[in-house]
């Protein structure tokens, strides 16, 4: 089966990388004009004046990413199976739109207020009770496009700083880390869970990501899960989702943004799980059984942002896997990611710590466990 990727970057390389044992073929329609993948028959078309030759090629379609013109994805619809759906990327580029769905499904959030005017983003902090944190309502990710407000007095410098006609206020949340579950459902409703992972985030950049979670309750994950399954039903839902939460002190969980593809937090399973994130995906869209989703022992991912290292020293690390994206060196740049498994956690957190050491500016890394 040929399967066209909308957006060419690691996410569809791997993608391709998961696919080829199930002789499926790739075709990437990229319409940034600066595609990386480096796989596969990747199709420039930033005027969208090449869709009928990318619809040709292809027997469905998925994308890696969701800042697509909605209106491009319903038109391939018309012609081609698109999955996830149309309606799953409408949404989540859309934060109010989101909310609203997480309020729909009973799934809690931070408290936060939609604003179109300086005066009001100042208003909202009031009652809300700084710190603040404005987004804005559509686009902006890996920390782009929001402002950390510390005081009600910082509204207008923010909303200049963003510069968006519509932002989205969420009061600060005393939680113990940041968490994600992922899940996958199949064409014909069939849903499994990954463990959750614990993530940890620099300068609104993900650094790094544990699964399974050494303290996690089992009960909380059943949570997790319910929240997931909730929107993947109502969006009738057919791929990899992504949740990310805020856990609470009080072991309570708040949705913070979903993702309709697979996910940076999610490439542990790579290597630590029995089927991948990548693998259960291709399953999912192709109507095809989907697979286990245990993990085969703790693991940790670790991205490589701005510089590479040195390779060779961090494959020097016992069970350590290194995916590099084939990408030039830039400040902030995702360039790859090691993925690190041992058999207890304490022995992976020494692993972590001496990878860590290998990769230039890496933050040292602290978990909720530790």
Known sequence: MNIGVLGAGQLG???????????????????????????????????????????????????????????????????????PSSEAIRICQNRAEEKALFDRLGIPTPAYRLVEHADELEAAARELGCPVVAKSVTEGYDGKGQAVLRDPADAAEAWRSINHPRLIVEAFVDFVREVSIIAVRGRDGQVVFYPMAENVHVDGILRYSVAPMPDLDDSVQQIADGYIRALLDELDYVGVLTLELFQARDGSLLANEMAPRVHNSGHWSMDGAVTSQFENHLRAIQGLPLGDTSARMPTCMVNVIGSEGDPAAILAIGDAHLHRYDKRERAGRKLAHVNLLAPTHAELLDKVRACAALLPDAPEPRFSFE
Do not use: W
Request: hydrophobic share 45%; proline share 6%.
């Open 13 to 83: 390389r791997m993608l391709a990388l998961a696919g080829y044992p199930l002789a499926n073929r790739f075709t990437f329609m990229d319409t940034t004009g600066h595609p990386s993948a480096g796989i596969g028959d990747v199709m420039i078309d930033t005027d969208q004046k090449h869709l009928a030759a990318f619809l040709d090629k292809v027997d469905l379609v998925t994308y890696e990413f969701e800042h697509l013109p909605v209106a491009l994805v319903r038109a391939i619809e018309e012609h081609t199976p698109v999955f």
